[in-house]
T-cell receptor, first 112, second 114 residues
Framework: NAGVTQTPKFQVLKTGQSMTLQCAQD?????MSWYRQDPGMGLRLIHY???????DQGEVPNGYNVSRSTTEDFPLRLLSAAPSQTSVYFCASREIADQPQHFGDGTRLSIL | QQQVKQSPQSLIVQKGGISIINCAYE??????FPWYQQFPGKGPALLIAIRPDVSEKKEGRFTISFNKSAKQFSLHIMDSQPGDSATYFCAAQNSGGSNYKLTFGKGTLLTVNP
């Protein structure tokens, strides 16, 4: 029973590099989302998807891209990493209806 | 504009005491209010949730109190235990919207001393 799986767990990047944070869920959930968590800022929504082929921006989308080609996967791409993107990133999924949102254990990203 | 305001930022309680965390919201369209618990190194996990048609919901030692007129809701942890030490987030959602986005508070770091 894997739930929401995020890889990698830790990553260090240099400014200007690009990378993709992976997220996969095995619960057949339609709704998936990406958050970043920074000290004292809570969880802020970056992008979300209500189903395969459908994505939309959240609260802090700049510098990030997403795509949703399958129900299971929802990767987050950093196009040109900046130190301000140093954060812990969480992927989450749930049913479209009012069901609990399941979170992965996060990717801790440092950008030098 | 912060739509969900959470307080306090941090809270220290003795074992056996009552922990109280408060949240206030602005958007009257919100109709689903969950609380999430997060342990270090882990993702948040749903603890308990309430809808505005009830004023209180209890699950074990955890209770949500909801005041619709004041647009406030709170989490009460009775008989707090060291194992309850975690960060707690309140959240709110407009279920009538098309995107089911959850808006989170900034979190409360709870420490329960033995």
């Amino acid at each position: 029973n894997a739930g929401v799986t995020q890889t990698p767990k830790f990553q260090v990047l240099k400014t200007g590099q690009s990378m993709t944070l992976q997220c996969a869920q095995d619960m057949n959930h339609e709704y998936m989302s990406w958050y970043r968590q920074d000290p004292g800022m809570g969880l802020r929504l970056i992008h979300y998807s209500v189903g395969a082929g459908i994505t939309d921006q959240g609260e802090v989308p700049n510098g990030y891209n997403v795509s949703r080609s399958t129900t299971e996967d929802f990767p987050l791409r950093l196009l040109s990493a900046a130190p301000s993107q140093t954060s812990v990133y969480f992927c989450a999924s749930r049913e479209i209806a009012d069901q609990p949102q399941h979170f992965g254990d996060g990717t801790r990203l440092s950008i030098l | 504009q912060q739509q969900v305001k959470q307080s306090p930022q941090s809270l220290i309680v003795q074992k056996g005491g009552i922990s109280i965390i408060n949240c206030a919201y602005e958007n009257t369209a919100f109709d689903y209010f969950p609380w999430y618990q997060q342990f270090p190194g882990k993702g948040p996990a749903l603890l308990i949730a309430i809808r505005p048609d009830v004023s209180e919901k209890k699950e074990g030692r955890f209770t949500i109190s909801f005041n619709k007129s004041a647009k406030q809701f709170s989490l009460h942890i009775m008989d707090s235990q060291p194992g309850d030490s975690a960060t707690y987030f309140c959240a709110a959602q407009n279920s009538g919207g098309s995107n089911y986005k959850l808006t989170f508070g900034k979190g409360t770091l709870l420490t329960v001393n033995p």
